[in-house]
């Protein structure tokens, strides 16, 4: 039995796809909507529209995880650490993948690290790519990454994860794939305002590809392995994300661009992850001018046209 912490998009979408190898079990921290969700058969808050197969057990009581049984994550990045000083107890002896996105705005650390430092000896894992939960939910063709410093932890998670939708690359670079996950929905946020602003295509692909030198940039000074940013949790989700209106973060960029105000009850998870990356490249010493622009955006110092006016001005260089 798998065990899925967090009801929402991406956590619903998941039970739903592996609900085809076995039953699992989702839960919703509010009784209310898990009596909503068990006398529909749909999650109308979080993922509307698609049905919650029988073999999906709807709970608000986490029971104990048995050692050895698996247990997803899937709440938002800063949310994390509360969640664990919550529910740790029940948690720690599972094998626990997250499923969130982000560095947390206190800390810089990713949600394996988080983990990590809350319950210390567990194997941890992150389930990160390209993927927009209601892609998953509707069973259509997904690729994504499992990092887990434990291969042989990672090969059996990879197995018990895989549907026949959903396909899992696997790697021991946590570092790497948490990295890409969390600066990929920063970058999606300023491709965001770029359409918002309506500042064009092409500027859309400079952002992407300056974007993406940037995270390579702070992975390289973390020791996360260049290939892990150039696969799915890195590469492939930046495109998915700075490319596709389906993005929260994008949409959130978009609104920003053209001055529109946009639903503070909606997750965006590189809102609070940009300012993180600022203040760890800071301290790592390394030069993120485009995470800096976008931070200055989302902070309200900077309006578009002097982000623009602050990148495009800056000493011509080599590639
Ligand atoms: N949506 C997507 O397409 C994808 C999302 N992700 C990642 O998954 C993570 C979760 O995002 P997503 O599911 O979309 O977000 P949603 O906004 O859809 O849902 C977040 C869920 O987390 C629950 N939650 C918040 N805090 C807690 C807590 N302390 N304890 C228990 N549950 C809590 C919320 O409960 P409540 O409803 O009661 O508020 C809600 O159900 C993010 O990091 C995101 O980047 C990754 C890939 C795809
Ligand atoms: O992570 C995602 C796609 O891989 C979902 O992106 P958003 O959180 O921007 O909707």
Redesign the pocket.
């Known amino acids: 039995m798998i065990t899925i ?9 998941l039970a739903i796809s592996l609900s085809r190898n076995g039953p699992v079990t989702l ?4 009784p209310d ?1 898990v009596a909503e969700m068990r006398a529909t058969r749909q999650n109308a ?3 509307p529209g698609v049905e919650l197969p029988d073999n999906i057990a709807i709970s608000a009581e986490l029971e104990p995880v048995s050692k050895g049984q698996i247990a997803l994550l ?4 800063q ?1 994390l650490r ?2 664990l000083e ?2 740790g107890d029940a948690l720690s002896q599972g094998h626990l993948v997250a ?4 560095m947390e705005l206190a800390t810089g650390l990713g949600p394996t690290r988080i983990i990590d430092e809350m319950l210390p000896g567990t194997t941890t894992a992150i389930l ?2 390209p ?6 939910a509707r069973g259509l063709p997904t690729a994504l990454t499992l990092a887990c410093t434990d291969d042989k932890v990672g090969e059996a998670l990879q197995s018990a994860l895989s549907t026949a939708n959903l396909r899992l690359y696997r790697t021991t670079d946590t570092s790497g794939a948490e990295l890409g ?1 969390a600066l990929k ?1 920063v970058m999606a946020i300023g491709t965001g305002v770029v359409m918002g602003a309506g500042l064009g295509e092409s500027a859309r692909a400079a952002l992407m590809t300056r974007g993406f030198a940037e995270m390579s940039r702070m992975a390289a000074a973390v020791g996360a392995r260049p290939e892990t940013l150039s696969g799915l949790s890195g590469f492939g989700d930046l495109v998915l994300t700075c490319t596709s209106e ?1 993005s ?1 973060n994008t949409r959130f960029g978009v609104s920003l661009g053209r001055n529109e105000r946009f639903d503070p009850n ?2 965006v ?1 590189g809102a609070a992850t940009a300012r993180a990356v600022v203040a760890r490249a800071a301290d790592l010493g390394i030069d993120m001018p485009v995470t800096r622009a976008i931070t200055a955006l989302i902070n309200g110092e900077l309006q578009v046209e002097q982000a623009m006016d602050m990148l495009l001005s800056r000493p011509l260089k080599e590639e």
């Open positions: 912490f967090g009801a929402g998009a991406f956590g619903t979408a839960l919703a921290r509010d909507h808050r979080r993922l899937s709440v938002p990045m949310r509360g969640a919550t529910h499923c969130c996105k982000g990160t790519g993927s927009f939960a209601a892609d998953i996950g929905n389906q929260r909606v997750t998870e």
